[in-house]
């Protein structure tokens, strides 16, 4: 094994939290014993005991620190504390973490310590599964208000229009007003039946996630493109409750990119690695997002952490804005597949 590049690795290798010392080309040039753990390899494997950028950070093609969402902060000499993101391991598969950066001056010149810990399996607080229930058990009670109530009140104005516009006489110039009312008061039970279903249209669970997002891209007001690869893989299940976060995750994110971003287009990626869903929305907008409370994401790392995901925002002014989450494939609500010859036939329908 080389010799790490770095002096004082010593003491940084009796330090029991995971870290890695990354160059000014991002590339990692010591890891200490815990980190190496963790990731499966170390820098000094690698040919020149540098671990380069886009073998140790997952999803992220910046070249240079202050490219990178995890040390654009250290590169300019400031510390950055509790953030989060992903990593990856020797054998490609990748694992969520919190992170905290610091500059440090070393023998390989300028360099940032990032000191990071395992979140993959770590419980959400007892207040916030709290929080989370009673936000589950009010809209369960709205769900069925909203279909004993306001959906058989609109069904009987539907069924009054049917009756009014077939007594008219022939050529009557109301029938083409009842006619259009009557469309009007069906997308009204359309739109009520998915907000009555927190927001998820009733075709998520017999069509799949992936041609009811191609639906959600179609009419999307900014040109939207889906990336995905998913159809096919054929083994590949996602429980209707994953896919349900799924889709009012990337509902949420086009919709602040309608209204928030003037972007001239965005792209939605859909990809499945281990046992992980990932999910990308990114925009040519102008950035500059608030993601800390505002633009609903505090919402939406909620909802993403609510079974056991994570969500990382990316919003550079002047380059856009980029929300990627990282969901289970599977929870406790059950499991959904859908076969490949569906999902093609499917898409192409609503494509």
């Not at 300019?76 to 509790?82: P, V």
């Not at 086009?254 to 990308?280: F, G, M, P, S, Y």
């Not at 925009?283 to 909620?302: E, I, N, P, T």
């Amino acid at each position: 094994m080389a010799q790490p590049l770095i002096s004082g690795h010593l003491v940084l290798a009796a330090v029991p939290q995971p870290i890695l010392v990354i160059d000014a080309n991002g590339n990692a040039v010591y890891a200490n014993p815990a980190a190496s753990q963790l990731l499966g390899q170390e820098p000094a494997d690698a040919v020149d005991g540098r671990l380069l950028h886009r073998y140790w950070h997952h999803d992220c093609s910046a070249e240079t620190l202050p490219d990178c969402r995890l040390l654009r902060a250290a590169s300019t000499g400031a510390a950055t504390e509790q953030q989060a993101d992903r990593l990856i391991r020797a054998n490609g598969s990748s694992f969520p973490i919190t992170w905290s950066t610091a500059p440090l001056n070393v023998d390989v010149g300028f360099a940032v310590v990032l000191t990071f810990a395992d979140i993959s399996a770590a419980p959400l607080p007892t207040e916030r599964l709290r929080m989370l229930e009673a936000g589950r058990a009010a809209r369960r009670q709205v769900t069925r208000d909203l279909h004993d109530g306001a959906q058989h009140r609109l069904i009987n104005l539907l069924i009054r229009l049917q009756i009014t516009r077939d007594e008219l006489p022939d050529g009557s110039p109301l029938a083409d007003t009842l006619a259009a009312a009557m469309v009007e008061a069906k997308l009204a039970i359309t739109d009520l039946r998915e907000l009555a279903a927190d927001g998820f249209p009733e075709v998520l669970a017999t069509d799949g996630l992936i041609p009811t997002v191609m639906a959600l891209t179609s009419r999307t007001v900014v040109p939207t493109t889906l990336h995905t690869r998913l159809h096919e893989q054929c083994n590949v299940g996602v429980s209707l409750d994953i896919a349900r976060h799924a889709y009012l995750l990337i509902s949420e994110a086009l919709t602040n990119v309608v209204k928030h971003a003037h972007a001239t287009r965005a792209d939605v990626r859909l990809d499945v690695e281990a046992d992980q869903l990932h999910i990308v929305v990114s925009d040519d907008g102008l950035g500059g997002a608030d993601v800390g409370q505002g633009s609903g994401m505090s919402g939406m790392h909620d909802r993403v952490g609510s079974v056991g995901g994570m969500l990382v925002v990316d919003s550079r002014r002047g380059r856009g804005t980029v929300v990627a989450a990282h969901l289970p494939l599977r929870s406790d609500a059950g499991l959904q597949m859908t076969p490949c010859s569906d999902a093609f036939a499917a898409a192409e329908a609503v494509s």
